[in-house]
């Protein structure tokens, strides 16, 4: 059974930094491509980020590009978002999310049906 578990948000000052994790389980991490995205109350659910399975490639849409970084262990089946800066407008509860991309290792991907499964998300609130 696919599991994915988010975990490091909370409340912070603007200007602040916080580091998510989201620990993978019942699959084959390297064979995926994970994401991150976010939704605020009343919006669509947008792209924040996006790393390879292999770990060599990563894409940021412009709204957090220079800000946010994410990265992968594949020994420990986990990826992370580091996220500086933080504004307001990054209040949101944030998903990990996980593509499954076994024959395109560098492969990434920026929209949310591509993904094949989904944590529960873990909330993020930047305060002014």
């Known amino acids: 059974q696919v599991q994915l578990v988010e975990s490091g948000g909370g409340l912070v000052q603007a200007g602040g930094s916080l580091r998510l994790s989201c620990a993978a389980s019942g699959v084959t991490f390297s064979n995926y491509a994970m994401g991150w995205f976010r939704q605020a109350p009343g919006e669509e659910r947008e792209f924040v980020a996006a790393?390879?399975?292999?770990?060599?490639?990563?894409t940021y849409p412009d709204s957090v590009k220079g800000r946010f970084t994410i990265s992968r262990d594949n020994a420990k089946n986990t990826v992370y978002l580091q996220m500086n800066s933080l504004k307001p407008e990054d209040t949101a509860v944030y998903y990990c999310a996980a593509d499954y991309r076994p024959t395109i290792p560098s492969g990434v991907r920026m929209v949310a049906e591509a993904y094949d499964y989904w944590g529960q998300g873990t909330h993020v609130s930047v305060s002014s």
């Open positions: 790393v390879s399975g292999s770990g060599d490639r990563t």
